[in-house]
C-alpha cells in the first residue's frame, strides 16, 4: 500500500433512503494518478456512492474523506476541486460549444480570459474545436458527453466523477470517449467512474470493485478478478430452441465450471478449444459454438449468479 493520502477514503459507508439501504457498509480508497472504478447492474449502489462522494448527498453511516475533507461541513471546499460529468447530460442548449465552458469556468470564480483559453484548450482536447462556434442542441449524443467531459476539467480537477460516462453511445462514440479518458489518466488526473460495461471498465480501471445490492463483492485489478474468479476462456453454446437445462447434464466433466443463462450455456475452461472438441466429441450437436476469452462479465456471473446487464 502506497504511503501518499487516497484522496477518497470510505470506511463502513452507509446510504439510506428511509428502510431502502442503497449502500451497506462498504471500504474504498482511491489513490492519487489512478482510475477506479464502480462495476455493477443498475440499482447496485454505484451512483448513490458517487452523490456521497461529490458532496451533494450526505452518508446515513460511516466515515467518508474525499481531498482530505470532510464532504459534510467542507462541501463547497471539495466541490470547488472536483470535476463532475453527470449521468444525464445538463448542458445549456441554447449556448454555443464555447459558451457552455466559459459560463460553467465563472461558476468557479476563474477570470474571464482564463477561462476563455481553457475552453479553447479543452474543446481541442476533446476533438471539438471546429464546432466551438455551434449551439449545443443539434449535436449527437458522443459528441455532447465529449463536452461534458471537457467541462468537468474547467477548474482543473483534482479527482473527476464520471456517472455512466458512455450510457446510450453507439459503439464508436463510446471508443472516442474512452481515448479521451484514457489521455486524461495519462496525464495523471485521478478518474472515479461508475459503469455497468464490463469493457469499459476493462478498457480505463486500474482497480475497481464489483458492486450488487449495495455491497462490495469483489476488489481487484481487471486482470485479478479475472484471474481470481473465472478460467481463461470460456465456450458459449447454444442450442437453438431446446431446454438448455437437459444439455447442461451431458457437459459434466468439461471445462472447470458451467453456467446455464436463458440463452446459452456457458462452459469454463483453461483451454476453450479442447473444451469445445469435447462437445462435439459426445455428439450434442449445438446450433453455435463461440470461444472467448473470459471477461469481468463472467466474474460478475460468478460472485452473484446473475449477468451484469439483466
Given amino acids: 500500500m502506497s504511503d501518499v493520502e ?18 451497506d457498509g462498504i471500504d474504498v480508497e482511491v489513490r492519487p494518478g489512478e482510475a477506479f472504478g464502480f462495476l455493477g447492474p443498475n440499482g447496485a449502489g454505484k451512483s448513490s456512492t458517487m452523490r456521497m462522494i461529490g458532496c451533494v448527498s450526505a452518508p446515513t453511516g460511516g466515515t467518508l474523506r474525499v481531498l482530505g475533507m470532510d464532504p ?5 471546499a ?3 476541486r472536483l470535476g463532475v460529468c453527470p449521468q444525464q447530460d445538463s448542458l445549456d442548449m441554447e449556448l454555443t460549444l464555447l459558451e457552455n465552458l466559459t459560463v460553467y469556468a465563472r461558476y468557479f470564480g476563474i477570470p474571464r480570459r482564463v477561462a476563455r483559453e481553457r475552453a479553447v484548450e479543452l474543446l481541442e482536447f476533446v476533438q471539438l474545436a471546429e464546432r466551438a462556434r455551434e449551439k449545443v442542441e443539434p449535436l449527437s449524443g458522443g459528441l455532447k458527453r465529449r463536452l461534458t467531459i471537457a467541462r468537468a476539467l474547467v477548474n482543473e480537477p483534482d479527482l473527476v466523477l464520471l456517472d455512466e460516462p458512455t450510457t446510450g453511445l453507439d459503439p464508436q462514440a463510446r471508443h472516442l470517449v474512452w481515448e ?3 489521455r486524461l489518466k495519462q496525464r495523471g488526473v485521478t478518474l472515479i467512474l461508475t459503469t455497468h460495461y464490463m469493457d469499459e471498465a476493462e478498457q480505463l480501471c486500474d482497480r475497481l470493485v464489483v458492486m450488487d445490492k449495495g455491497k462490495i463483492v469483489a476488489a481487484g485489478s481487471p486482470r ?13 453454446l447454444r442450442f437453438g430452441e431446446d431446454a438448455l437445462d437437459t444439455y447442461a447434464g451431458k457437459l459434466d466433466g468439461v471445462g472447470e465450471r458451467i453456467e446455464v443463462l436463458p ?28 470461444v472467448r476469452r473470459s471477461s469481468l462479465e463472467d466474474v460478475f456471473l460468478h460472485l452473484t449468479g446473475r449477468t451484469l446487464v439483466d
Fill in 224 to 236: 485479478d478478478l479475472i484471474g481470481r474468479y473465472s478460467t481463461r476462456e470460456v465456450v458459449e
Fill in 72 to 76: 459534510v461541513r467542507d462541501g463547497p
Fill in 6 to 23: 487516497p484522496l477518497v477514503l470510505a470506511r463502513g459507508l452507509v446510504k439510506r433512503f428511509g428502510s431502502f439501504t442503497a449502500v
Fill in 263 to 290: 440463452d446459452r450455456i456457458l462452459l469454463y475452461a483453461h483451454d476453450g478449444d479442447a473444451a469445445a472438441a469435447e462437445v462435439h466429441r459426445r455428439e450434442l450437436q449445438p446450433s453455435s459454438v463461440l
Fill in 180 to 182: 479521451r479518458l484514457f
Fill in 78 to 80: 471539495i466541490r470547488a
